[in-house]
């Protein structure tokens, strides 16, 4: 099962900061957070990772609270393209282990115009 | 491009009949990964190569399913009699060997890239 919960929609306007969150309150010490997204019938595009620092790439940015129980992705300036759906995913790290990811329900986006 | 590609990218079959879909993941990624989507839902694993060797399959891959990776590049994937309930994209996936490293921002080299599915419709 899915170690994440996210709100299954929500709607944001276009070139408006755009703020998915995300629980993850069973979340380890060595797992990482990871957030794809889904547009309609493509494959799921990586957006960002982080551990426990905050973390920004040219796609969006990436929050997690101290205690690592819960982080926020924001796009900072969303357009109608950013509509898709957004999976939030907690992966533990090491070359041990498969790395498989497991996909919960994710969030719905519309961006309005 | 250089990106994960996947072959064919829609398949209709008739129930009963055999497909086989093909993964080409990123040059010098050693990971590869099978998922299914059904609609609405979110993907799930089916099967995890290290190079050749095929070091876990989940429980939703049947004894109907096989995977292949034989020479540590491509992947096939192949169905044998297929079921309405086979119907569902086919998602692969790869990445590079390295471990992540603490604080990373943007892309690992263990970060898992989607090629774009294979459609099947089983009628």
């Known amino acids: 099962d899915a170690k994440t919960t996210q709100p299954p929609s929500m709607d944001c306007a276009e070139g408006r900061a755009a703020n998915l969150p995300c629980n993850h309150s069973t979340i380890s010490g060595n797992e990482y957070v990871y957030w794809y997204r889904q547009i309609h019938s493509q494959g799921p595009q990586y957006i960002i990772h982080g551990l426990k620092n905050n973390e920004t790439n040219e796609m969006a940015s990436l929050i997690i609270t101290e205690d690592r129980k819960s982080s926020t992705l924001i796009l900072p300036h969303a357009t109608l393209r950013d509509t898709a759906v957004y999976y939030c995913i907690v992966r533990e790290a090491g070359s041990s282990n498969t790395g498989k990811l497991i996909f919960g329900q994710g969030t719905t986006l519309q961006v309005k115009p | 491009d250089t990106g994960v590609s996947q072959d064919p990218r829609h398949k209709i079959t008739k129930r009963g009949q055999n497909v086989t879909f093909r993964c080409d993941p990123i040059s010098e990624h050693n990971r590869l990964y099978w998922y299914r989507q059904t609609l609405g839902q979110g993907p799930e694993f089916l099967t995890y190569?290290?190079?050749?060797?095929?070091?876990?399959k989940s429980r939703l891959l049947s004894d109907r399913f096989s995977a292949e990776r034989p020479k540590g590049s491509f992947s096939t994937l192949e169905i044998q009699r297929t079921e309405q309930g086979d119907s569902a994209m086919y998602l692969c996936a790869s990445s590079g060997s390295g471990t992540l490293g603490a604080g990373s921002g943007g892309s690992s080299t263990d970060t898992q890239y989607f090629g774009p599915g294979t459609r099947l419709t089983v009628l």
């Open positions: 190569f290290q190079n050749e060797a095929q070091l876990e």
